[in-house]
């Protein structure tokens, strides 16, 4: 493979690892909690179960219906990263130089038969996703700032003040369009 691949591949695993924390910065503003406990309660819980735990959460604690929406556009957003990048973190990768890279994906045994398909992958592809995961975390960073502007939170008023949001919620939330 070569070293860009690596490096959208790293690039990946960072963006990934900062939604994950954005997703339990979100959890911790919403329970109040300080980010250390939050740590200890989720250290070893998946995205998956976190997002299953936010998904039942926030709608019994928050009443606003514009946060509500937003929340509701945002998570399977939020999904979707995760499906994409345990695409390319967990997947067989195949190269034969110079040709373009494939990996396995989705290898399955069902009713006696082995099924896996291949794909051909780009940096390019990856680093797509990257960046839609690191939109998606900053969308999870946003929805705790307006939280704290409403009222709801004061999880983050120490260390982010002097932050400034745009005064409403977007609508339909989309960091732009998914990768195909």
Not at 18 to 40: C, F, P, S
């Amino acid at each position: 493979m070569t070293d860009q691949l690596h490096r959208s591949l790293g690039h990946l695993s960072v963006a990934y690892a900062e939604l994950e924390d954005r997703i339990k910065d979100l959890l911790a503003a919403l329970i109040q909690q300080d980010r250390r406990t939050i740590e200890i309660l989720t250290c070893r819980t998946s995205l998956l179960s976190l997002c299953d735990i936010l998904n039942v959460l926030f709608p019994e604690k928050v009443a606003d219906a514009d946060l509500l929406e937003f929340f509701g556009e945002l998570m399977p957003q939020v999904d979707w990263c995760r499906v994409e990048r345990n695409k390319y973190i967990h997947s067989s990768w195949f190269t034969q130089e110079p040709s373009i890279p494939y990996i396995r994906s989705d290898p399955q045994v069902r009713n006696g038969n082995f099924r896996d398909r291949w794909e051909a992958m780009g940096s390019g592809d990856i680093r797509d996703t990257a960046e839609c995961v690191e939109e998606t975390a900053t969308g999870v960073f946003e929805l705790i700032m307006h939280m704290q502007q409403k009222g709801l939170t004061d999880y983050l008023a120490d260390t982010f003040t002097g932050w400034t949001l745009p005064e409403k919620l977007p609508r339909n939330f989309k960091p732009r369009d998914k990768p195909t």
